[in-house]
């Protein structure tokens, strides 16, 4: 259940409603957005007697939500939120191209293949800076140098940039440089991450972990949304499952349930999805039938000298073909 | 590797063959395939000094296959192999729609779901006679009396049927009636099962185990291949993994990676793949940039009264609407 | 909720039976067992206006049955079952220790370990002469010939033998030969194998399924209960998951688990669920306290030859230390 | 590679080895341990043409790790290796039993439950004080409040106490009050804050990732070793698979393999490991035999009303049975 008051409630009818809630033996959850002021009451999935609290100075409306998970549950709102990344628009109808090089290795690897991106006609470019690695002996990044080429590429391109953020302690530093925030998989439930990343109020880029449920991934877009930032965009990039010929399993149909469950948007990143430049193109297009509003694709212009997951790359070349069959695929979808 | 011997090879031809093999220590495996006979050399992955085999009367050719498996395989051959079910072909570049309720439950049932489908586009007929349950207290099939109606349904449609054998005692039965005989998931892995279909010589719909990688799946359909029937179509239908806000999860990967591993037809089954029917349609859309050769649809005019998987099920109004979408994005496939 | 009937109840009083069942609008399924006839009724979980069939004629007594199975659970019996297997038994308060090699090789190999394995104090000589292979090309088993070993291999130990069946044309054949018919986990959801193995009336050790949960696993024992076959043991051999460094992920939890569910005995195979020997001994010593009935071992006085499996399998000498092991936990058992 | 140098090494010696690596075409890292400089060298699985390293001066030893992980490893370090904490060994031959609530409610429920398992013969007190929760809704733990309520027990009772940290940012205060540091399943990937944990000098409790595999999990050990913490106690706590009936899959196999791998401690989490407290005794005690260096067990003195984890925590007197029935499974393993 969530309580949507109006912008102007006074202090006091807010105290009555709290009170109300206190006697019907209710937990709840306040919020802030923009300046509209929101709760959220736990457990009571049925409108039931709250129905009494609309009566009550101050409230605007009451919505039912039955879900565990309420600001992102498409019954709290009912349309698909578009969220602005840089003036990129991307969901609703807008469907959109990130791409981009795994890790951001050298100015001259990010200007390269970010001029060949823009040309093939992505919207958004992706690049590393600070890379969570499986292992300690492997490259960990360009830190801040990564995040400057980052920008410069912007500056030059004009295209957005999202990278991701691993430490609380670097989130200003990455919401400065960076036009969306990434949360990797691995990070998918480190929650003092995700409320820092909110609160720089940029897009949030959120990344399904390894083996999160669809219930946990969207309870990990309700702490972003808990701390008054709705900017989130799913990302689905392959479960953890037996089958090893490819890196992960790509779930397609976790995007049509998203789409169904959430107003928020969803992407496909089927790079690390599948792990095999050969499969990319194939889910790629699988992607826009399926109801993503986008895709992230990894793209290097020596996939074989690639500081890390060359072997999901694909090349300038074949970039430029997946997007024009994917531009043809987006004609027909309804 | 695979030694492909002349029509005509003379009886000490072959005994030379096998000698010069059991000289090098090969293990080696023969069958016929209409009236060419096969060698199937085992560990032997590269050609090495096999080469001097293609020397000898009778040798049509020699072919390396790095795979385990070596008939199935894509290096042995290298064009997309074309099923032909009852007059409709599958495979290469021809694309069919596979509908029909999950189980026959009577002649009036099957009967209209047949006229349905038929109308709104599909190629072929399917319905389960013997249902493998998992609990012995469901519904396990009308057995021979839902294979009569099977049979009647395709003299009044013109469809051709395919149906699920579980028994090697019911194998020919089920070959009698039907166009393509289905090996069920449960049943990928019984060996006898899948010998017993290959030998009534019709095409194969062999659905992926629960849990069967892609090696796996492929070796099941060697099984086949092994004894002289080549017509095997792969069935993609989900796998098991902790997500159960799905049946299954459907691994769209899984079928790009078939037709890079294997000249054999793959299709997908959407609702066994998913269990919702609200996620059938795009998902079954999704299977079409991602390579398949088709799609396995379960429709039923009464969902809500279906025997079995009513709830994954679609009606035929919505069957129709995915046909329509379906035809218009197979015309930007190249 | 399962119906005991007595003994001797006349038709017109079972008549009776059916027609109350029938207007309580209640489906059932009836079986034999010995001479005593069962009636399990579905669906109704509680007990609820059933008790009024209590007073009828004939019946002895109604249980409430809350699962999906009736039979296997110990809802309907809530003692331990005590299986005999050649006139060794197991379950209950006897644990017992079945081993010899993956496959019957040889009569020279398999004699050679059934006398060692005896002299280290195991009560049960296992070994496959069907083998389900994931390839065709790998080694088949020796079919009949392996059979006549295994009998062999008993009259000269003493030690009952249990194997694998494949094919229901076989299971007759196997039945000839064997103390106890294993269905193997490939096989655990092929119910017409389940039926014909229970209808041979000797003991089913049942595995489970590579991916199978409990409910199935149970429901799969079900299927044999229905066919008035009681002698059911389960076989934990671990599941299949992401980790790779083991063959499988044994499932420990499914041993304390079928013992609070079922009534039937659970053993436990540490060498299929590990796959390497060097965590077979480990393993098999953890499966005493969390209360199994038994432990199936792997046992080759040559592993490095063994044409299955030699990875995972003891020697004679590891064997008998195990064995020593294992009598000083079972000591501490109370 | 691990090359070990003298304490004493003089700068120019020391140049001259990492000269010598760049002649070599070699990457190392280069971290101190105490006094001791370690000298980690990438790839080079084999001693090679290294061996002519081990005549310079200031080298102490080198040691061949063909794992991708190096200072975790059994290679690295032949002995297991005891860790220390507030006074109480783990690991080698020191078997201890970590007990407490899931989380810190009150000062009266763990002053209550520390009191019962001290009683009991728990070595170490658990109970969070942070608390990652899946829903943002769920009670998110005391924070300081409850690290002093933890420092209170420990002052009383003299059971040094473990708690978990999320935040790099409490890392201090947390390491501050407590005896070990907990870095929970969610964050075993989250290596900033791997790293802060490791700076404190505390041990450190790395509990296993949901789905990570033992080679991820060692990797994560390897991130502490790094930063120059050798204190490092494994727990397996259950990893996610498609099994529903317990919360996750405990895998003893891995406890088996880790003390393979590795010369650190391993311990068993068996409440969080199967979620059910009927299933906690049996899993604990298998965790003896298995080959682990202890266990973690949850203890509610009032399960019905915790806060989180009720279901699974065993009551004081339950608690008290399962220590007695270590012990004699303690007394029988050599």
Redo the contacts between chains.
Sequence with gaps: MIILLRNDVPADSLKKIFQRLHQMGK?Y?TYEEGDRRII?V?GAQYRGNLDSLEALPGVEKIISVSK???LVSREFIKTDTVIVIGGVPLGGTHFQVIAGPCAVESEEQLLTIAADIKKAGAAILRGGAFK??????SFQGLEEEGLKILAKAREITGLPVVTEA????DMERVAYYADMIQIGS??M?????LKEAARTKKPILLKR???A????WL?AG??IL?EGNRQVVFCERG????????RN?????????I??LSHLPVIVDPSH??GRW??VA??A???????AHGIMVEVHHRPSEALSDGEQSLTPHNFRQLME?ID??K??Q?
């Design positions: 937990e959850r959220a736990l565990p998970y309420k969570p690695r499986t292992s300690p002996y691993m430490d609380v302690r691995r990070n439930q480190n929650y003092p991450l972990g390894l083996s449920t669809l219930e946990e309870l309700e702490y808990m479960i953890r499952t037996f089958e090893n010929y490819t399993t790509l779930d397609l149909s976790a995007v049509a349930a789409r169904e999805g599948t050969q499969l194939p889910l297009k699988a992607a826009v039938p399926v109801g069959e043809r695929l004609a027909v309804h």
